[in-house]
């Protein structure tokens, strides 16, 4: 609680003084949070593309009418709070209360992390259902009623935006492993579970992955608006996949550009591999790095030399006693990268800033081993 405390005085003020009177919002695809919230408050399902963010309209409609938007701001950061209480007890399950302590400092003092908290944005929301569902999957040996949390905590972050489902996959893999070690005769569960992830990729398949133009995704705008230039990409895919004439591709632009498809990924790699390979790893890199040729020089050092070292220590904590709750983690992340790294849109880190609190929560604990070595040679 004391450093929830201090951590929500520090950003107030620093988010303050950078971007103006906090809460801010509707800066980022706020209409579509706002529109469904609205249509939930008059009893109706929200519409496209609200209906795919439902859990989060639901949670915005809860406060929509507290003397909105400070009372949403409120919500937010009591939802941090629990945020931070989640890391910990997560570490603890999988390493031990020190780094429990070195996660949660990492996690309410990261700015990366925290500044969305004021930007009333789905970011908050989302990362913590996705700590609500690793802790289930954590506990999940322990749980007495463990399929009805896992349920809860499963729905809330599939349905809190569409990468939601990658979270479902990552479950999956955990369960088969998880019932094939200790509960054979349970498997059936899988199935159920199996055919829910099918039907909803399918979905995702013909609405929300159509949300982008092929234009948008192939050529990689969202990465160019923050700096990015010469990033030239071969278009023989787009003859093949598409059948554009030559024409057609030269004056190809968001408005009269197709829509994006798991179909035209899948033949944009027959056709056109070392392009699909080049746009995954481009998008990977910028994602993992939060490197921005746009932003300050300050900011692109102040990540290079704070993430460093955490995704190294990330891989110490990784390997050391490697477990089921650390292959769930390490899924999850793999999970989000995949589907970020083709079609999806996050030139400003929103999807994979809620998944920093995992990447901390492993790199505690590979941070808590080598402190660890350290004492103990220093008092040898």
């Known amino acids: 609680f004391f450093l929830w405390f201090i951590s929500t005085i520090i950003f107030y003020f620093y988010v303050t003084s950078r971007y103006g009177n906090v809460p801010i919002y509707g800066i980022i695809d706020w209409d579509r949070y706002y529109n469904g919230a609205i249509s939930i408050l008059n009893f109706r399902i929200p519409e496209w593309p609200s209906n795919f963010f439902l859990s989060y309209c639901l949670y915005l409609a809860s406060f929509l009418n507290l003397n909105f938007p400070y009372g949403n701001l409120f919500s937010n950061l009591i939802l ?60 999940y040996q322990t749980l007495k009623y463990k399929l009805f949390y896992l ?52 979905y995702l398949g013909k609405n929300a992955i159509k949300m982008l133009p092929v234009y948008e995704t192939w050529f990689m705008l ?46 944009s790699f027959i056709y056109s591999p070392f392009e699909v390979i080049k746009i995954a790893f481009l998008r990977v890199f910028v ?9 300050s020089i300050a900011h692109n050092l102040f990540v290079l030399f704070t993430l460093t070292p955490i995704y190294v220590f990330f891989i110490l904590g990784l390997i050391k006693d490697f477990n089921l709750k650390k292959f769930y983690i390490l899924c999850s992340i793999l999970l989000i990268l995949i589907s970020i790294s083709i079609y999806y849109v996050d030139g400003d880190n929103r999807v994979f800033t809620a998944f920093l609190p995992l990447i901390f929560i492993i790199s505690s604990g590979g941070l808590n081993s080598f402190l660890k070595l350290i004492f103990k040679k220093t008092n040898d």
């Open 80 to 139: 941090n709070f629990f945020s931070a209480i989640l890391v910990y007890k997560i570490t603890k399950s999988i390493f031990d209360k020190y780094a429990s302590i070195l996660s949660v400092t990492l996690f309410l003092f990261y700015p990366t992390v925290q500044m969305w908290t004021y930007f009333l944005s789905p970011v908050s929301f989302f990362l913590f259902t996705i700590l609500l569902l690793s802790y289930v999957v954590c506990q």
């Open 151 to 202: 349920f809860i905590a499963m729905s809330l972050t599939l349905f809190a935006r569409p990468n939601g489902v990658t979270e479902l996959i990552a479950v999956y893999l955990f369960l088969t492993i998880y019932y094939y070690l200790n509960e054979k005769k349970n498997l059936y569960i899988l199935i159920p579970l199996g055919l829910l992830i099918i039907i909803y990729i399918n």
């Open 222 to 267: 969202d990465l160019k608006q923050f700096g990015f230039e010469n990033l030239n990409v071969n278009t023989y895919n787009l003859k093949i996949c598409l059948n554009l004439t030559e024409q057609e591709i030269l004056n190809l632009n968001r408005n009269n550009s197709p829509k994006s498809s798991l179909s035209f990924w899948i033949c």
């Open 287 to 295: 994602v993992l790095s939060a490197y921005k040729p746009s932003y």
